[in-house]
């Protein structure tokens, strides 16, 4: 009896696929239809950034978008969050994530359509804004597979859920959309998809990575505190200076003694402010840090060691119990996103039959970070999958990689999407992946 639900799965897998391929002609037609209209909205949201919960107006035009393709739209969801919901009727709820916040970053890449912006951050400090995350890239392309998915009803049968995502640069958009009832108010998906450019793809080209795929990342800040006095009369001193270097020393051996070799592990001490002249001692002394890791086991031991050592080193360095250094580990730490291996196979396997051979590219796991992994993780928990859209030319990799020379990087304020082959292409795999879930056989 078993081999005849699996004969039957196996004839409905090579329909759906036959649907799918039989589609492709459409979807590209469509594509071609609609790029001078995603040009423009591309370039207008490059040109207009919002930082983090500020994406008011960035909000309104993806909401507007989305109406327009057709979608049951709603606005004000955690924050400035969009939700955009497209019935077709029976089978997979699918939901496609984009994020609509831009960087405090001045753009130096000379773009005509470059963005000029400034704006004022939380803390009301005058700053310039750029898309240097190529979230504008993800917000065009996003629209571009609601315009096209719309207008293909035929094709696919099921319930598509479109959601712009704020604050994702400070990791707490996808939070604050989930804490305002994202599955409870709106349909609860099968699967959660989304993208993300890449700097060092070229554009035509997915790249993919099975299981974890980007870290948790958690913020600290440590105040180590001494007793301070004058540098000639070191001994009348506790001085935290001294006490910071070795801490950050010992620090180290949370990763090379404490995790295991085969378990990724970062602690980065990007910071260390404390002192006003040669000759005093302060005070205190700040440090800044960033923990990197995969694993939920990893991160929770590495914030316990760094807790561990650094109240270790003052006691040794005799600092009395009212002067130990405090530690705050952030809650706007990110999650590790971990994309599920058999919905990454599937979508690359369906993405590699629209793209051609040699166009979907497998990459290793990177220590940075996104939100995108809390939509995975709820109970019962629900498969998920982000990929990298290639976003340069050919000849830039090319040139790369034959002289050494670094390409810009997300966050650089030179960092240019090619448009129109990025976009195009964003559009057809994201188009690609739904339809591998939701095609009818």
Known sequence: MKPFPLFLTALATTALHLTTVAAQPAVRARVEAEMPRLLELYKHLHANPEISFQEAKTAARIADELKQAGCEVTAKVGGHGVVGVLKNGPGPTVLIRTDLDGLPVL?????????????????????????????????????????????????????????????????????????????????????????????????????????????????????????????????????????????????????????????PAVVTVGSIHGGTKHNIIPEEVRLQLTLRSYSDEVRNASIASL?????????????????????????????????????????????????????????????????????????????????????????SVTESIKTGRTLPSLHSSKFAPVPEPTLKTGVIAMTAAVLELVGKP
């Open 107 to 263: 753009e130096e890449t000379g773009l005509p359509y470059a963005s000029k912006a400034r704006t004022k951050d939380d803390k009301g400090n005058d700053v310039p804004t750029m898309h240097a995350c190529a979230h504008d890239v993800h917000m065009s392309s996003f629209i571009g597979t609601a315009r096209v998915l719309a207008t293909l009803r035929d094709s696919w049968s099921g319930t598509l859920v479109f959601i712009g995502q704020p604050a994702e640069e400070r990791v707490g958009g996808a939070k604050a959309m989930l804490a305002e009832g994202l599955y409870t108010r709106f349909p609860r998906p099968d699967f959660c998809l989304a993208l993300h450019a890449a700097s060092d793809l070229p554009a035509g080209t997915i790249g993919h990575t099975e299981g974890y795929a980007l870290a948790n990342a958690d913020t600290v800040d440590i105040l180590v505190r001494g007793v301070s006095g004058h540098g000639a009369w070191p001994h009348l001193t506790k001085d935290p200076i001294v006490l910071s270097a070795q801490i950050v020393l010992a620090l180290q051996t949370i990763v090379s003694r404490e995790t295991s070799p085969t378990d």
């Open 307 to 395: 807790k561990r050592i650094v109240r270790g080193q003052a006691l040794a360095a005799g600092i009395p119990e009212k002067l130990l250094p405090t530690v705050e580990v952030s809650e706007e730490g990110a999650k590790s996103t971990y994309n599920d291996p058999a919905l990454t196979k599937r979508l690359m396997g369906a993405i590699g039959r629209w793209l051609g051979p040699g166009n979907v590219v497998a990459k290793p796991a990177v220590m940075g970070a996104e939100d995108f992994g809390l939509y995975g993780r709820v109970e019962p928990r629900i498969p998920i999958c982000i990929f990298w859209l290639g976003t340069i030319t050919k000849e």
